[in-house]
């Protein structure tokens, strides 16, 4: 053991490489080896040394700090989506030295956009992840006109060139309503998340598009919006109750009013999974533990998380990353609540 704080160039001249070396093997980058990276990790362990974190980010004049501002109206983001993501950002920026900042604002409110509006000029944070990307998206254009460092979980329709990674959510529909008609379904509703969110607006044209494939036609009374929560879904599947003749199927743009759904239907004695199908959207951890399980879209809520932190941590640093457009392929999880084919005894 050192009797006096060790350095950075201790530690490299101990492990026999540069100093810059050391760090970045410190900080876990793809372009150290991994055998260098494991010999500079056991020295650092061995010798006691402790990275000056102050001293570090005052020669960087950077703050080694993402942020993360949580489009919700609720300040304590119930929505499970939003605590798997973080999950995903927090563990990545963690691995690589980095801290994370979070706030709640509600969308589209005055608090969100000075809160962009701080980040651009104040210099607390070194990027931000943008989650819940909208139609003419006001956050995406203000964070490309400032030239400020983000990734984004999805796409807009702006014209604009920007890092994001995002799931092909009209794809993910699709392979939902062709299930559904697989199982004989022709009447198939849908809960719709609110306008103005981009996969809102992907996966609605999912739904129609592949509707229309099938030679299945939609009366618009069988769509209705809905606020992506529990009791949103509880209360907009009301609306969908008293359609004569009856739906035989539900699709619901998220999981969360997926799982509102099928308790307002139990409530009212309904079984899902043979009176009525139930889909969701999201896969969140909760889905495999409903009654019945939900049958839903996966998308790695986790992974995504780290992906766009991976990303933005890259960019920060000036490493352009090969791809700054990531789309995901979805992928369809079949469980009980959408049941089995139509028929036999089935409404």
């Known amino acids: ?46 010798l006691g040394y402790y990275p000056n974190i102050t001293a570090r980010r005052l020669q960087k004049r950077r703050n080694d700090t993402l942020g993360f501002i949580i489009p919700t109206a609720d300040p304590r983001f119930a929505d499970p989506f939003f605590s798997e993501f973080m999950a995903g950002i927090g563990n990545e920026a963690a691995r690589k030295d980095y801290d994370l900042l ?33 139609e003419n ?102 609306k969908l109750l008293n359609l004569d003749p009856p739906l035989t199927a539900i699709i619901c743009g998220n999981d969360l009013m997926a799982i509102g759904t099928m308790n307002r239907l139990q409530n009212l004695g309904i079984n899902v999974g043979r009176d009525i199908a139930v889909a969701g959207f999201d896969d969140i951890p909760w889905a495999a533990y409903t009654a019945p399980p939900l049958t839903t879209i996966r998308q790695p809520i986790y992974k995504i998380g780290q992906q766009t932190c991976s990303m933005l941590i890259n960019i920060i640093n000036g490493w352009e990353p090969e791809n700054t457009h990531i789309m995901l392929t979805p992928e369809l999880i079949v469980r009980e609540s959408s049941g089995t084919r139509l028929g036999n005894g089935r409404r």
């Open 137 to 238: 998206d006001g956050r995406i254009q203000l964070l490309c006109q400032s030239n400020f460092p983000f990734v984004a979980f999805g796409r807009t329709d702006d014209d604009l060139n920007f890092p994001y990674v995002d799931e092909d959510s009209t794809a993910g529909m699709r392979l939902l309503v062709q299930h559904l008609i697989g199982l004989g379904h022709k009447r198939i509703g849908y809960l719709s998340p609110p306008a103005g969110l981009m996969f809102g607006t992907y996966r609605r044209c999912g739904y129609y598009e592949t509707m229309a494939e099938y030679d299945l036609p939609v009366d618009e009374s069988w769509v209705i919006e809905g606020d992506m929560t529990q009791r949103g879904g509880a209360d907009a599947v009301g």
């Open 102 to 134: 979070v706030s709640t604002h509600s969308p589209d409110s005055p608090g969100e956009k000075a809160a962009y509006e701080r980040a651009t000029r104040g210099g607390w944070v070194d990027g931000l992840i943008v989650v819940r990307t909208r």
């Open 1 to 46: 053991m050192w009797d006096v704080a060790v350095t950075l160039k201790d530690l490299a001249r101990h492990v026999g490489v540069s100093i810059t070396t050391a760090s970045r093997a410190l900080a876990d980058y793809d372009d150290v080896a991994e055998e260098t990276r494991q010999r500079v990790r056991e020295a650092a362990e061995q």
